[in-house]
């Protein structure tokens, strides 16, 4: 983790300016065209989830802004990033299951299974989720396969202590047109909708290398 310097940073002034706000979080809902990730899953074998999420943690790992956080007021850029993952067990209530980057999709997926094995068994609100929510080198992914959407809006959190944790929630595939609908909430003071554009840049990117 590293300080990001706000004598040079070209952003210092807006980050003051939105780090007051009351609520200084913003978040878009886009449609990506995942019929290549989709038919990639199918023709090996793997769970297309587990494909997406694995572009989307090496995108986030891959490009810097979506690493920059808030700690103790000021702005720092953090290290290797894990997903805290919502899943849904047998009886319809979920756990968050934390997933880390691997070097390839089956490793990754591996990695997924075992992890579901054991968080999927263990209470909502342990010692070791209340220990790990307080950490900031995560990003939070939520997987609504039911319904697709166009909008979403997240349960509020407490503004004074928000580190900036970006926020994703994928909606459901629709095989027809390839489409999936995808909402990320940034903060303002860390992130504009020029990054968000970037980001999704690269997550693209990370696809199309991973389907070649």
Known sequence: ????????????EHFHFFKGLDKPHFNITTNLDFSSLYQYAKTNQLCFTDCYLYC???AVNSYEPMRYRIIEGVPVEVDELIASTVFL????TFRFIPLSLHQSIR?????????????LNKTLLDEQFMLRETGVAQIHVSILPWFN?????????????????????FGQYQKNSGLIPLNIEVHHALLDGIHVAQFLTTLNKVISELIK
């Open 1 to 12: 983790m590293k300080k990001i310097n706000l004598k040079t940073w070209p952003r210092a």
């Open 56 to 58: 989307l943690l090496k």
């Open 89 to 92: 067990k047998e009886d319809d």
């Open 107 to 119: 490793e990754f997926a591996a990695h997924t299974a075992q992890q579901k094995q054991v968080f």
């Open 149 to 169: 959407f166009s909008s979403f809006s997240h349960a509020a959190t407490s503004t004074g202590t928000c580190s900036g944790i970006p926020k994703f929630v």
